[in-house]
């Protein structure tokens, strides 16, 4: 399998999973005083600490929206719904990726600070969210994942992987929200760093929900 893999530095991330592009204070938006927000009803059980990440998770994902290690790919995406939209909302878009993947990559001789499971752009804001497997289901400009394909691909972590660890191999997947003013105009099959630059002067605010997966 080929992998493409965006690097650079990890987000510095609050004790909170909701955020903002302005930090953790809530913001004004949609909802009056409150903020910009992500749930999903696909996470159970008590958050979770990523192994390497040090992330806290919502949860742990239900195993229908994962796979097996070594086993095949599941492009099923997770359902999530958001509220209080900030004024001007035209569009959105989706990243979900890994940062516990760091030392995954590293022991596959493969650099990178995450690995990337789903990129998406001009979402219908006024749908509320986006329900069970949507990345399948319904019509939105989709990117390449890190595993170079166009769509989505569910979180796959293995198991023993890397060796040299105690802890139990939790990795957390960051789901991000981007909140824009207008559609980017982007045809699927485009990159991250396609995204990131289409969104830089059109984005209102972010949320993020960050949820759990094992395969140990």
């Known amino acids: 399998m080929r992998f493409h893999f965006v690097t650079g530095p990890l987000a510095a991330s609050c004790a909170v999973v909701l955020l903002s592009l302005a930090?953790?204070?809530a913001m004004a938006g949609g909802g009056g005083d409150a903020a910009f927000a992500l749930s999903t009803t696909a996470a159970q059980g008590a958050p979770e600490t990523g192994f390497d990440s040090g992330l806290v998770s919502v949860g742990r994902l239900d195993a229908?929206?994962?796979a097996k290690a070594g086993g095949p790919a599941n492009p099923r995406s997770f359902p999530f719904t958001w509220k209080n939209l900030p004024v001007g909302t035209k569009a959105l878009?989706?990243?979900?990726?890994?940062?516990d993947a760091r030392l995954v990559l590293a022991a596959f001789g493969m650099s990178g600070d995450?690995?990337?499971h789903w990129i998406a752009a001009d979402i219908d804001p006024s749908s509320g969210g986006l329900p069970?497997?949507?990345?399948?289901t319904m019509a939105f400009p989709q990117g390449k994942n890190g595993t170079g394909k166009v769509g989505?691909?569910?979180?796959?972590?293995?198991?023993?992987?890397?060796?040299?660890?105690?802890?139990?191999?939790?990795h957390i997947y960051r789901l991000k929200v981007y909140a824009l003013s207008a559609r980017t105009g982007l045809q699927s099959g485009f990159s991250r760093e396609d995204l990131m630059n289409a969104i830089k002067d059109t984005t209102l605010a972010m949320a993020q929900l960050n949820v759990s997966y094992s395969n140990q």
Request: charged letters at 20%.
């Open 64 to 66: 229908m929206y994962g």
């Open 114 to 116: 995450f690995f990337l």
């Open 132 to 136: 069970d497997n949507a990345a399948a």
């Open 23 to 25: 930090g953790c204070a």
């Open 152 to 170: 989505y691909t569910a979180p796959q972590p293995p198991a023993d992987v890397p060796k040299d660890t105690d802890k139990v191999r939790i």
């Open 93 to 99: 878009a989706v990243v979900l990726d890994d940062p």
